[in-house]
């Protein structure tokens, strides 16, 4: 009867050892960080334009100046006459 009750206790911390080892791994392994990394890389020598501006005439440049008088000679609506 002794020999049968080591037995089962044995049985039954090896299982619990083993549950809490697979959680523990599980755990560090979830809450790792990644090591990827990128080995390759390739320098680029290259713009990009993202505008063009126009050079000599100064009028087609667009200032608060500029747009307030656009405001003032655009034609009034109808609805803002008669407030």
């Not at 049985?11 to 990394?37: C, E, G, M, R």
Request: no cysteine.
């Amino acid at each position: 009867m002794r020999i049968r009750y080591a037995k089962t206790l044995f049985q039954t911390l090896l299982k619990t050892a083993a549950v809490f080892y697979l959680l523990l791994l599980s755990i560090t392994y979830v809450s790792s960080p990644t090591v990827a990394y990128i080995k390759e890389t390739k320098v680029v020598e290259s713009s990009i334009e993202i505008g063009v501006w126009e050079s000599g005439d100064d009028s087609e440049m667009v200032t608060e100046e500029n747009l307030e008088d656009e405001e003032e000679n655009m034609p009034k609506d109808e609805e803002d006459e008669e407030k």
